[in-house]
């Protein structure tokens, strides 16, 4: 007699298998909560008086993923990278000539949310978070040789230290928080400098400007809110997919 198969039996297995997977367990949460008070911090510090310093280099650093991702979609779409720039009051510039502009303008501020979402999606895991430091890592090598000013060079290796030394105190332990706070920095000044300069328009040229220029289509601010929700999408997967992959490991 053949087997009879109860496919809501099957059904519920599946949905229970699902809930599950998505649950976040006592660790993902204790991560969640981190991320949090990471988001707290950063904004509370961001326009103190004095202790907004505390995180002015990483606010370097950002602006300096920022403007790796323009010379990385440069070079990609053929261009010569001439240099790229940081200066103090936390600007920077990639001089670069020839590549495609409709894809090296917004690459700058989706790459580097981009390059946030999967350091928060690897803040999940002490593995994935080793491997993406030695990421980071070797894309701070690639923009210190592009580096054209002191302060530039500076903080590329300062970090390039920083993470070193996070490798050589307990096993690399202390990775994880490093990687999470860099990657929840990049994507919170992204959307912030997507909001200040593309969307409220604070300053007269922005990527979002030229971009606009260029396609002849679209208002700056379009495109602007248009990024603007691709990067709380990077976000938002980064965290649901740290949930999802990592639910098993410890």
């Known amino acids: 007699m053949p087997a009879i198969h109860d496919s809501s039996l099957v059904e519920r297995d599946i949905g229970e298998e699902i809930h599950t997977r998505i649950t976040p367990t006592e660790k993902e949460i204790r ?39 323009h010379a990385a979609a440069g070079c990609c779409t053929g261009a010569k990278i001439e240099g790229i720039e940081l200066d103090p009051d936390e600007g920077g510039v990639t001089r670069m000539r020839g590549g495609i502009q409709c894809c090296t303008l917004p690459a700058g501020y989706l790459g580097s949310s981009l390059i946030g979402a999967i350091l928060v999606f690897c803040g999940f895991n002490v593995t994935a978070s080793k491997v993406a430091s030695i990421v980071l890592g070797v894309l701070l090598i690639i923009l210190l040789f592009w580096a054209k000013n002191w302060l530039t060079r500076g903080i590329t290796v300062f970090f390039v230290i920083v993470i070193v030394a996070l490798w050589l105190i307990k096993n690399g332990e202390g990775l994880v928080y490093f990687v999470l706070f860099v990657g929840v920095m990049s994507c919170l000044y992204s959307l912030w400098d997507i909001m200040d300069d593309l969307v409220f328009r604070k300053v007269n040229e922005s990527d979002a400007s030229q971009f606009a220029k260029l396609c002849g289509c679209c208002p700056s601010q379009c495109w602007g809110v248009i990024w603007l929700f691709i990067s709380f999408i990077f976000l938002g997967a980064a965290i649901i997919l740290g949930i999802i992959v990592f639910h098993d490991t410890n």
């Open 31 to 69: 991560t969640l909560i981190i991320i949090g008070i990471y988001i707290v911090v950063i904004m509370v510090l961001w326009r103190m008086p004095i202790l907004k310093y505390i995180l002015y280099p990483f606010k370097l650093l950002t602006v300096g993923l920022h403007e790796w991702s």
